[in-house]
């Protein structure tokens, strides 16, 4: 069965501090690959996502993430972390071969000291 | 531009008690999305409409949740009776270019307690 999985629930970082967070995915296939964000109190959005071409994507706000085929990883990274970074992170992906339905990691919380 | 509205925000009933919750996507987005979001956990479809066709309802729990998108615009999704174990966030999301992009745009959910 298709699965996603996110390797830390939480995490605590002092601002400039840099930031990765882990996701790994179960299909062999073809695959699209995303991160959502989701800041306290709004609602899931996306932050990046990855097709096709450069394995290396770069979203929104600093964030940036690299696809890995032969390790199934789409981890997810920022050199330096502010505190308005708070939030919960989410890893996506999605298959062909599954019918193209999003499946979603369980998530990351992560939190910035400041 | 308007993004995805649902209502409501919150919701508190016993168990057995009928809910029912209602999206709004954004105009012109033909994929509307049902997603169940358990505390600790990342969103899980439930169903996904094109227009008004059901086109993925398998991780739907049939004996007590139905959904409609009767005119292929705003969505309810009802529980009857409800169940201790249904309090979650149901998110709705919209997206225009159909499910290969996974490119989605959330609601801020509807939070259930089911006491």
């Known amino acids: 069965a298709q699965s996603v999985s996110q390797h830390n629930h939480h995490v605590i970082l002092s601002e400039a501090a840099s930031l990765e967070l882990g996701c790994n995915y179960s299909?062999?296939?073809?695959?699209?690959l995303f991160w959502y964000v989701q800041y306290p109190g709004q609602h899931l959005q996306l932050l990046l996502k990855?097709?096709?071409?450069?394995?290396l994507v770069k979203g929104i706000k600093g964030f940036e993430a690299e696809f890995i085929k032969s390790k199934f990883s789409f981890n997810l990274r920022k050199p330096s972390v502010q505190w308005s970074d708070t939030a919960e992170y989410f890893c996506?992906?999605?298959?062909?071969?599954?019918?193209?339905?999003?499946?979603f990691g369980a998530g990351t919380i992560l939190r910035v000291k400041s | 531009e308007a993004g995805v509205v649902q209502s409501p925000r919150y919701k508190i009933i016993e168990k057995k008690q009928p809910v029912a919750f209602w999206c709004n996507p954004i105009?012109?987005?033909?994929?509307l999305y049902w997603y169940l979001q358990n505390l600790g956990q990342g969103p899980e479809l439930l169903i996904r409409?094109?227009?008004?066709?059901?086109?993925?309802d398998s991780q739907l729990p049939k004996d007590r949740f139905s959904a409609e998108r009767l005119k292929g615009v705003d969505s309810t999704l009802k529980i009857q009776p409800a169940e201790l174990g249904d309090s979650a966030v149901y998110l709705c999301?919209?997206?225009?270019?159909?499910?290969?992009?996974?490119?989605?745009?959330f609601g801020e959910g509807s939070r259930l307690t089911v006491l």
């Open positions: 999301a919209s997206s225009s270019r159909g499910s290969n992009t996974g490119e989605l745009f």
């Open positions: 299909y062999g296939g073809t695959v699209n």
């Open positions: 990855y097709f096709s071409g450069d394995p």
């Open positions: 996506a992906v999605n298959a062909q071969e599954y019918g193209n339905k999003l499946v």
């Open positions: 105009s012109g987005h033909n994929t």
């Open positions: 409409y094109e227009n008004e066709e059901a086109v993925d």
